[in-house]
C-alpha cells in the first residue's frame, strides 16, 4: 500500500519521472532485452506472488529460481553477465511491483541450510540480495526528500564557491 501512495503521489503531480521510471532508465539494459523481458512479467509476477505466499524457505527459493529461468530464457547464455542479469532482475522487479524483495532474500538466506546455498542458488540469491539494494538505493536517491535536500546542498555549495 505505501508504494502505491508513493507511486499515487508522484503521478498526481506535476513531477515529470516516478522514482521507479528513473531506476528504469538508469539500467543499462539492451533496448531487445527490455522488449524481452515485457514477455515475462507475468510469469514473474505470479513467481514472485507464490514466492511471498509461500512459508517455506525452500518454496520461495524454488519460485525465486522460477524468475531467474525467465530471465535467463530471454537470452542466449552467452549473453547474459553477472551485471546484465543484475539489471534485468532490477527491471523485472520494478515491473512486477516486487515489495520485498529484500526480506524474502534475507528470509531464504537464514532459514536455508549453507549446504542448499552452496552452488548457483546461492549465487542466484546474493544477486537477488544486490538487485534489492540497486533499487533501494536509487528510489532513495530519486526520493523528493533527497531531490531537494541535493538541491539545497548544490545552492550552499554553489555559495561558498563564489562568495
Not at 15 to 33: A, Y
Not at 110 to 123: H, V
Not at 149 to 163: M, P, S
Request: aromatic letters at 6%; one cysteine or more.
Amino acid at each position: 500500500k505505501l508504494c502505491q501512495l508513493f507511486k499515487g503521489k508522484y503521478t498526481s503531480s506535476q513531477c515529470r519521472d516516478t522514482p521507479d521510471d528513473k531506476l528504469l532508465k538508469s539500467l543499462t539494459i539492451p533496448e531487445i532485452s527490455r522488449t524481452a523481458l515485457l514477455g515475462v512479467v507475468e510469469e514473474c509476477k505470479e513467481s514472485y506472488r507464490r514466492m511471498k505466499a509461500s512459508s517455506s524457505p525452500i518454496e520461495k527459493l524454488h519460485h525465486y529460481l522460477d524468475i531467474v529461468r525467465h530471465i535467463i530464457s530471454q537470452h542466449s547464455p552467452s549473453t547474459v553477465d553477472v551485471t546484465s542479469f543484475c539489471h534485468c532482475l532490477c527491471f523485472l522487479l520494478v515491473q512486477i511491483g516486487a515489495d520485498t524483495p529484500q526480506q524474502e532474500a534475507d528470509i531464504m538466506w537464514g532459514l536455508i541450510g549453507q549446504d542448499m546455498l552452496g552452488g548457483e542458488a546461492g549465487f542466484y540469491l546474493a544477486l537477488l540480495h544486490s538487485a534489492a539494494n540497486i533499487i533501494r538505493t536509487d528510489k532513495n536517491s530519486f526520493s523528493e526528500e533527497n531531490v531537494v535536500e541535493n538541491v539545497d546542498n548544490a545552492k550552499t555549495t554553489q555559495n561558498l564557491e563564489y562568495n
